[in-house]
């Protein structure tokens, strides 16, 4: 039996997900077809039911529809209420359901790379729907604070209002440092980045893009030159969602190793 799978984002000619799962499945021996679907918003709803209409088994939802993609589904689990974005859709019951796996996959990969966020102080920049997916994980991990910086101010507002250890950026003295850097901003695929300040910096910073691959380096090249050692793109928090993904989907867990 064949299960057809998924990506559904704009772009996607990128992605590393149909490898990933293609190893996956080869550990359980199941036979898969990962198709990558490139997607305008105003095509989103009528791709994904044509899809599973046609006997979709399941699919990942990319940027810049992991909130839209919201209301294609028949119920959300707790986790994509949670977040206010989907990342994974998945048939039960005869019924589409949306998770979201982001989260859980970023701790995941912070965990093995022995990045602790106890009491540290975080700033994401960015206030779309792969932040808005890792926000509860990232209050979770009980860290100091969270602020956002968002070039649309209102959007940064909204996630703020998540939980009382968030903030928006504009909100307190700019000239605070932090611990770990988080870009949430998809503009690295067109080879920017979002500007860090110094005075953000302290030593041991650490620069984390959600991106992989080329579409992380604007960002982390920028880290680097100002002078913080430890960056990483977000190739390990693919695999580690992804596994989780594949997980709901099958209900068994790949190994990553």
């Known amino acids: 039996m064949i299960y057809p799978l998924a990506l559904f984002g704009h772009p996607v000619k990128h992605s590393l997900s149909p490898q990933i799962h293609q190893a996956f499945a080869r550990q359980f021996d199941l036979d898969i077809q990962y198709q990558l679907i490139d997607v305008s918003s105003d095509k989103l709803h009528q791709r994904v039911h044509q899809f599973f209409a046609q006997g979709g088994h399941g699919a990942n939802i990319t940027v810049p529809h992991k909130q839209a993609v919201m209301a294609v589904a028949d119920h959300l689990t707790e986790r994509a209420q949670q977040a206010g974005a989907v990342n994974t859709l998945f048939i039960k019951n005869q019924q589409l359901w949306g998770d979201n796996t982001d989260g859980e996959g970023l701790l995941n990969d912070f965990k093995e790379k022995h990045i602790n966020l106890a009491n540290q102080r975080i700033l994401i920049i960015g206030a779309g729907g792969a932040v808005q997916g890792i926000l509860p994980n990232l209050v979770k991990s009980q860290p100091e604070s969270i602020h956002i910086n968002n070039r649309t101010r209102s959007k940064a507002d909204v996630l703020a ?95 990553l190793d």
């Open 161 to 255: 209002q998540f939980s009382t250890l968030c903030y928006v950026l504009n909100d307190i003295d700019t000239s605070t440092t932090f611990d770990v850097i988080i870009n949430g901003t998809s503009i690295g695929h067109q080879g920017n980045s979002p500007e860090i300040k110094p005075q953000w910096l302290h030593p041991n910073t650490i620069a984390y893009d959600l991106s992989y691959g080329t579409a992380a380096e604007p960002f982390l090249n920028k880290a680097k030159s100002l002078g913080i050692q430890q960056t990483h793109d977000g190739l390990g928090m693919l695999h580690h969602q992804a596994a989780l993904s594949f997980q709901r989907w099958f209900g068994k867990k790949p190994c």
